[in-house]
């Protein structure tokens, strides 16, 4: 089945590890065979990865664009992985990372990326919190702010 994008006017996207531009106006694509694709509203530089589910996103990101480095960012994502798990609770949370885990395994990675962006507002609402400074010292988002800051 062939993937259709509907691209804006110089939207930028990666095909297989290569920047993309569209031209002047909008335009459509047909993808006819399996290849690794992001819009660039979807892709996230290392520089942005500043916190434990976007260090996961990122290393998800980089084996789905970078085949020929996959075992060094497989291990990368398996590390932020377990450092996250490590600093939470939430099942909902953990039931998404293991979904993830599976996905990344079974090298589904635009999924998993998927799921990984679905925890980022759970993320972000547990670091709020610690940054309000209404927690107890050792409560779970505490926990979670060691994590981002030990990386």
């Given at each position: ?70 075992a ?15 600093a ?8 998404q ?5 599976s ?18 507002p ?16 050792e409560?779970?988002p505490?926990?979670?702010?060691r ?5």
């Open positions: 089945m062939a993937l259709k994008l509907t691209l804006k006017p110089r939207e930028r996207f990666v095909i297989n590890g290569a920047v993309v531009v569209n031209g002047e106006r909008r335009s459509h694509l047909l993808i006819q065979n399996n290849v690794s694709i992001l819009r660039e509203k979807d892709v996230m530089q290392e520089g942005d990865a500043s916190t434990p589910v976007r260090r996961i996103y990122f290393a998800i990101q980089m084996l789905y664009l970078d085949d020929t480095n996959s060094a960012y497989f291990q990368l994502f398996e590390r932020r992985l377990d450092e996250f798990l490590g939470i609770k939430d099942r909902e949370a953990r039931a990372c293991a979904n993830i885990l996905d990344v395994q079974s090298r589904k990675y635009y999924r998993a990326l998927s799921t990984c962006k679905k925890l980022f759970f993320e972000e609402a547990r670091l709020n919190y610690v940054s309000s400074g209404e927690h107890d010292r409560s779970e505490r926990a979670l702010q994590t981002a800051l030990a990386s």
